[in-house]
């Protein structure tokens, strides 16, 4: 079998042939405990780069693939390593392998190596040394779960020796996120504020500080810590106050996309004497079937999203009673909460970037205070870029109209728009995917996504609940990122029987509860197109944007202007721009859409320096 490659490799030379050699592979099955035995090292990595070469020692071609380590199982590792095995494609040579695991980018492998005889590492079955994990909506089958848990309990999660492996450092070839903390999957989190650009709030707990240092201190280190992480990344924050949590902040899972940081350790979340703080975030949602990341989506990598981030302090360690550490540990754990991983966990680091590092896992104190090292902003721009953001959108609810045999075909009704939005104002294009179909039918036309119900009554669902009777996911790319997924949610099925056989897509419970009859024949003005109350707005547009059809004074109006604050009438969880122009012929929009939970909209953040300015209110169709 080499003879012939060889001389399949002779004649690709000479004749520039493309060729195939295959090797073909037989193991014998090991258990488990057999496999991690036979091992040198064993490890959970994300596949992160891939190179081939030919060896000059036997001829053959090799795939080198790096992968980031996500769990060390045993041995120890370098934070990529490199595993080769034979096969792949050098020119016009093509070598193909049964030993070789075929791993592509991206991928979840759990690993089984042993050194060849040339030093380098490679599975120690083959292909049936590189088991590749498969996470459905952050999840592994129970069989892979089952798989991962017995190879943590035989190597004592890490524990047990192994070869040291670190001369096997490996690359990447892709933009996979690397120094990140892994949430399952080798995926990692991030708060989608700066895709708005708006801030993550804060909130600190100062009830009790380390010995010496006065509050004023303790928020100004606070202060600074936060702004070494925006001076390189898109990242903002906002200080809401000082709050006592009443128990420890890595506790507290609230999906309100703050930060919450504690400056002491009065709940005792931190055992280890040595441990000077944590930090961490709670992440909410998971992938959809479609691989979409509720995160977003970064320069090809999914994203978790961050719901909560938390900081909690150890106060009563006299290292932080210097001011200088003290601030360095703030720096550091705030890395953490907004998605950092060590840079190394190696006492004996000999990487200067990765030692010198704010995520370094143990203290300089030498004074920096809250600077980071050379390898910080670029790990940390994996999620937070600072030139192209990733675009974003809102949710949209759907109040859904039936009517037998067919549903109303009326523009407004049973149909909602998405928009999608850019800091950059890049050209963004959109998709929509994993539909339900429970109660009836999505379908899109450009960006309206429209829901053809079956014939039923459904009561309302409180959109803050979350509930629903069918979802669709929809999301916005600009060629190189891609927003956070939204969904179009049915809360409410509201048949319309009046006037028959075709109903003129309000419902028969509103009509009564306004006019005290379903037929709009009964009464003046009842009619989808009239005007009961005068006030220019009809009777199906009165229903659309959630006004009262009998009462003058409700219209979406807008009530408040002032330089800092526009109110106006709203519909509850609709979707509404603020436009401002300053000659009424070029608007352009003033500030970012809202969703109000209430029936008072309320725009604020914006910008009125001109002498004078008009307003606009759109509600997104």
């Known amino acids: 079998m080499i003879i012939t490659y060889r001389l399949a490799m002779l004649l690709a030379s000479a004749l520039v042939l493309f060729t195939q050699s295959v090797f073909a592979s037989s193991i014998i099955p090991l258990s488990t405990a057999e496999h991690v035995a036979a091992s040198a090292a064993v490890f959970r990595g994300v596949v992160v780069g891939q190179d081939c070469y030919r060896d000059a020692a036997d001829g053959l071609i090799y795939t080198r693939t790096s992968l980031r380590v996500v769990e060390s199982l045993k041995g120890t590792f370098p934070r990529t390593v490199a ?28 690993m089984f190596i042993v050194r060849r005889p040339d030093g380098k590492l490679t599975g120690t079955q083959g292909s049936a040394s590189a088991m590749r994990l498969e996470y459905v909506n952050g999840q592994l089958s129970n069989d892979q779960q089952s798989l991962l848990d017995e190879v943590r309990s035989l190597t004592h999660s890490g524990q047990i020796p192994g070869e040291d492996v670190r001369d096997q450092t490996g690359f990447a070839t892709s933009d996979l996120t690397t120094g990140l903390t892994d949430r399952g999957g080798g995926i990692a989190a991030r708060f989608v504020q700066a895709d708005r650009g708006e801030p993550i709030p804060y909130l600190i707990d ?50 309100d996309e703050k930060l919450r940081i504690q400056l002491h350790d009065d709940y005792n979340a931190i055992t280890a004497t040595s441990t000077l703080g944590i930090g961490g975030q709670y992440t909410s949602a998971t992938l959809t079937g479609a691989g979409w990341g509720a995160g977003g989506n970064v320069a090809g990598n999914e994203f978790y999203k961050s719901s909560c981030g938390f900081v909690v ?30 840079s190394s966990s190696n006492p004996s680091e000999p990487s200067i970037p990765l030692k010198q590092s704010i995520m370094y896992f143990q203290i300089h104190a030498d004074g920096r205070g809250a600077s980071l090292g050379t390898y910080d902003p670029p790990v940390i721009r994996q999620a937070y870029p600072i030139t192209n953001t990733p675009p974003y959108s809102y949710n949209r609810y759907m109040d859904i109209t039936t009517d037998s045999p067919t549903p109303p075909n009326i523009a407004g009704i049973n149909e909602v728009g998405f928009r999608g939005y850019d800091l950059q104002n890049n050209t963004l294009t959109y998709a929509i995917t994993n539909g ?32 629903y009777y069918d979802r669709i996911f929809v999301r916005y790319s600009d060629g190189t990122n891609a927003s956070a997924y939204v969904t179009a949610s049915v809360i409410s099925m509201n048949v319309d029987t009046s006037p028959s056989p075709t109903g003129d897509g309000i419902p028969d419970a509103w009509m009564l509860t306004h006019f005290g009859n379903i037929n709009p024949t009964v009464g003046a003005n009842h009619g989808a197109s009239q005007d009961a109350d005068g006030d ?20 979406q109006f807008i009530t408040v202007v002032n330089k800092t604050n526009i109110q106006f009438q709203a519909k509850a969880y609709e ?47």
């Open 83 to 110: 595993v080769s095995h034979p096969g792949g494609t050098v020119g016009e040579v093509t070598l193909y392998s049964g030993l070789s695991p075929m791993m592509k980018q991206g991928e979840v492998r759990l």
């Open 536 to 555: 220019k707005l009809s009777n199906l547009n009165e229903y659309r944007t959630g006004m009262t059809p009998t009462d003058s004074t409700s219209g």
């Open 206 to 255: 100062a009830d009790h500080l380390p010995a010496g240092i006065t509050l004023s201190q303790a928020t100004n280190a606070v202060a600074q810590a936060l702004s070494a992480w925006t001076a390189v990344t898109s990242l903002k924050f906002s200080f809401e106050g000082i709050q006592s949590f009443g128990v420890s902040a890595d506790s507290i899972s609230t999906s």
């Open 575 to 621: 979707l509404y721009e603020l436009h401002a122009s300053t000659n009424l012929i070029n608007w352009t929009r003033a500030v970012n859409p809202i969703v109000p939970t209430t029936s008072t909209g309320s725009f604020t953040g914006f910008t009125n320096t001109a002498p004078h300015m008009f307003f606009r209110v759109e509600k997104v169709r």
């Open 436 to 467: 339900t179909s429970g109660n009836g039918t999505f379908s899109s036309v450009g960006e309206l996504v429209k829901f053809a119900p079956g014939y039923i009554s459904a009561p309302r669902f409180d959109p803050a609940t979350g509930t």
């Open 313 to 342: 302090l150890e106060r009563t360690n006299t290292t932080m009673q210097n001011l200088a550490s003290f601030t360095e540990v703030l720096c550091h754990e705030i890395g953490h909460a907004i998605g950092m991983a060590h």
